[in-house]
């Protein structure tokens, strides 16, 4: 969930974009000069598709000059048009295709014709990746690195500033675009890998054509395209392709919750019911109440469940209206475009509790039953257990709500995280809310496939938070590295990047280090780093790579013990291994008392300290003050 400014204006889009999609779709049939005068049809999506998906059914939206009253014929072994559809707006022909399992790879011809016009579109469908049914999603085996693009490196100064999009760079401005890229985060995948990550997560960046603030990605103006400043549809693409190479997943965020107001769409809207709000042209639409329990809530009015999913955020994010079937047909096969295009191992919904209940299933559903091993999370931004355990799938919601959604973000388990260990210790306080948090897990189907994370681009540093307390953060760190679920990590981080405490977006999402041509500080290369810098990387470094082999932090079970004078002992455990983290908060070191821990000592006598790789007794075990360690038992 981002936060950004609030505009009124609604801005038309050059028709420049509008015909260059058509070209993506396949174009215009070769004809003579008169027959491409008739030419009404200005942009098709989705621009291409494939065969032998698991919905066989189809539906391309055409956008172009009265186009209501067009026929429609296609020609093509194994595909059949079913219907069209229209909306308001005579702009606009939605054609249904059902494509059979004979269909093969190729371009199929889809004849329009009206009133003394014709036009021929060829679209293209492509053959699937072998096995790209059953790519496997993300993990409980992986650990994934959040990158804000524009902030990370600039790998291609060129596309700085464009031709085709309105905001240019300026470094200077916390809250402008800064020139970060898909090539600068593909030039730096060697030193993801290496700090042990096996998955990338970028903010979006998809198309944000905004006249300011456009950098964060979360105000789309094009679904179907990569932001110029970034790259390109084919730039991404291959960035996915030589991360796997590094054995790197890539996770696309998504937003079908809200759009920019410079989206495309806006200047020629399909229908009054396409955007939530009536009278949009006016300003007459309400914000949201952000009143997230309303989903659940038994008692919760229907005007406060309607203001907290048809609301916008802000004047400058138009809220897409799911209800419309056309609508919820163009946003799921949207999220399946990408997946295929681009060949992805998951996907993160930004704002999810924030759409409408309905369409989430069925967005959830269909991806799911495209492809049954992949994984989706979802964004609840919330200090509650029940409303993250309310949206996973397999959830025995009272009020008969069905879920598809596999995992999500782990919130509550965050404000546990930072809480237990900034606040003093007490009966109520410090690491106790760390443990009692946990006991809530309880309440979710799947708490292993919950992602697990210590701060994000939307709240402070966590170092910063943490009172820029090396000890402290290596506390989170280790907490992140071998607790239960799928853990996430920031970008900057591991160099103990700061932040004010209070939210302040353009200054958490800051520049890496070393990513820009100049930078006198390389955290790339460690050239100019402090000491403590160095040893937190150091200490990230170490224990995501011995964590991406440690199977039974993977899926080993988790035993703890309630923390006692500031010392959090927990272990995760299998039938082969066993795993002991210690957490000292207090400032004093601590003998080991064997005697309290025996029930998951039985039968072992040694500890290997992760980190530094020393062997020692389990009766000779001191926990130095201020400190976390991970040992190996033996």
Known sequence: MTKITSRRIFRLRPLLVGLLMILAAGGVRAGDQEAHERSRVERVEPPFWWTNMAEPNLQLMLHGERLDRARVDVDYPGVTVTGTEREQNPNYLFINLAIADSAQPGTLLIELSGDGWQQTLAYELRQRRPGSAERQGFDSSDAIYLITPDRFANGDPTNDRTADTQEGPDRSNPSGRHGGDIAGMRQHLDYIAGMGFTQIWPNPLIENDQPEYSYHGYSATDFYRIDSRFGSNDSFRAFVAAAREKGIGVIQDMVPNHIGDGHWWLRDLPGDDWLNGSGIEKGEYAYTNHARTVHMDPYASHRDHQLFTDGWFTDSMPDPNQRNPRMANYLIQNAIWWVEYADLSGIRVDTYAYSDADFLTRWSGRLMREYPNFNLVGEEWTRQPALVAYWQAGNNNRNGYVSHMPSMMDFPLLYGLRDGLEKPESWSTGLVTLYETLANDVLYPNPNNLVILGGNHDMSRLYSQLDEDPGKFRMAVAYLATMRGI???????????????????????????????????????????????????????????????????????????????????????????????????????????????????????????????QQTALADLTFAANDARVFEIH
Request: charged content about 30%; hydrophobic content about 35%.
């Open 487 to 613: 853990p996430q990590f920031y970008y900057g981080d591991e160099l103990l990047a700061k932040s004010p405490k209070q939210r302040d977006d353009g200054v958490v999402r800051s520049d890496f280090p070393g990513g820009w041509a100049g930078d006198s500080v390389n955290g790339f290369s460690g050239e100019n780093l402090g000491d403590e810098q160095k040893a937190a990387q150091q200490f990230v470094r170490t224990l995501f790579n011995w964590r991406k082999d440690s199977k039974v932090v993977h899926n080993g079970k988790l035993t703890h013990f309630a923390p006692i004078a500031g010392l959090y002992v927990y272990f995760r455990h299998d039938d082969q291994d066993t795993v002991m983290v210690v957490i000292n908060k207090g400032d004093k070191a601590i003998e080991f008392d064997r005697a309290h821990y025996a029930e998951m000592l039985k039968g072992k006598s040694a500890a290997r300290d992760v980190v530094s790789g």
